[in-house]
């Protein structure tokens, strides 16, 4: 009679085979889910990469000075080509911006792209403005591209409230320093020598620290 079983050798290679599409298989899902995972992973820094494409870090080879005053400061979120306003201890504006396409302060590019000369991003992250100083202020959500185009629109007198309920943050500054010129003796600093002072730590030593 023929033996109806397979041979030990052929079960013990069906066996394997098995064992060797089973890990083929889970090999593959598993780079699979890897894939997936980085892709998720890296969706926040697309974004943030996307709304960020304006942001550049200034040439270090631009002098600025402490006439009206120099300003150094981190924020909470990202709010380089966002206006503040002055608000008062219990969030009433006391303060608005005004710019228009013919400003000093603003450069219309091309293709009518508003930019603000009056504020740098340096390497160390840092901002440095001329125009603030340290009494309160809130940012709000009105580009410097919307202000302009508002404000050639309609004029400069634009109401309060306009501003008011644009507020998006009454306390932004997670670090801030100041330097007035007012009555004081005229410096002279380029942005590389700043952003030397921050990375070394030496910054104190010129400009006050108010947070």
């Given at each position: 009679?023929?033996?109806?079983?397979?041979?030990?050798?052929?079960?013990?290679?069906?066996?394997?085979?098995?064992?060797?599409?089973?890990?083929?298989?889970?090999?593959?899902?598993?780079?699979?889910?890897?894939?997936?995972?980085?892709?998720?992973?890296?969706?926040?820094?697309?974004?943030?990469?996307?709304?960020?494409?304006?942001?550049?870090?200034?040439?270090?080879?631009?002098?600025?000075?402490?006439?009206?005053?120099?300003?150094?400061?981190?924020?909470?979120?990202?709010?380089?080509?966002?206006?503040?306003?002055?608000?008062?201890?219990?969030?009433?504006?006391?303060?608005?911006?005004?710019?228009t396409s013919t400003d000093s302060r603003i450069i219309v590019?091309?293709?009518?792209?508003?930019?603000?000369?009056?504020?740098?991003?340096?390497?160390?992250?840092?901002?440095?403005?001329?125009?603030?100083?340290?009494?309160?202020?809130?940012?709000?959500?009105?580009?410097?591209?919307?202000?302009?185009?508002?404000?050639?629109?309609?004029?400069?007198?634009?109401?309060?409230?306009?501003?008011?309920?644009?507020?998006?943050?009454?306390?932004?500054?997670?670090?801030?320093?100041?330097?007035?010129?007012?009555?004081?003796?005229?410096?002279?600093?380029?942005?590389?020598?700043i952003n030397d002072m921050l990375e070394k730590g030496t910054?104190?030593?010129?400009?006050?620290?108010?947070?």
């Amino acid at each position: 009679m023929r033996n109806k079983n397979p041979p030990k050798h052929f079960s013990l290679n069906l066996y394997r085979a098995s064992n060797k599409n089973y890990f083929k298989q889970f090999k593959n899902y598993i780079m699979k889910t890897i894939s997936l995972i980085l892709t998720f992973l890296s969706l926040p820094f697309i974004f943030l990469g996307c709304k960020n494409d304006d942001l550049s870090f200034a040439n270090e080879n631009i002098v600025i000075d402490n006439q009206p005053s120099i300003s150094i400061y981190k924020t909470k979120n990202n709010y380089f080509n966002y206006v503040y306003v002055g608000v008062d201890s219990v969030g009433n504006i006391t303060m608005t911006p005004s710019y228009t396409s013919t400003d000093s302060r603003i450069i219309v590019k091309d293709k009518g792209k508003v930019t603000y000369t009056q504020r740098w991003l340096l390497k160390s992250g840092y901002i440095v403005c001329k125009e603030m100083n340290y009494d309160k202020m809130a940012f709000t959500n009105i580009t410097f591209q919307e202000l302009v185009e508002h404000t050639d629109s309609i004029g400069s007198d634009i109401p309060i409230n306009w501003f008011q309920s644009r507020i998006i943050d009454k306390d932004p500054f997670t670090e801030y320093y100041w330097l007035g010129g007012l009555n004081k003796p005229h410096q002279e600093f380029t942005l590389g020598q700043i952003n030397d002072m921050l990375e070394k730590g030496t910054i104190e030593t010129v400009l006050k620290k108010i947070k």
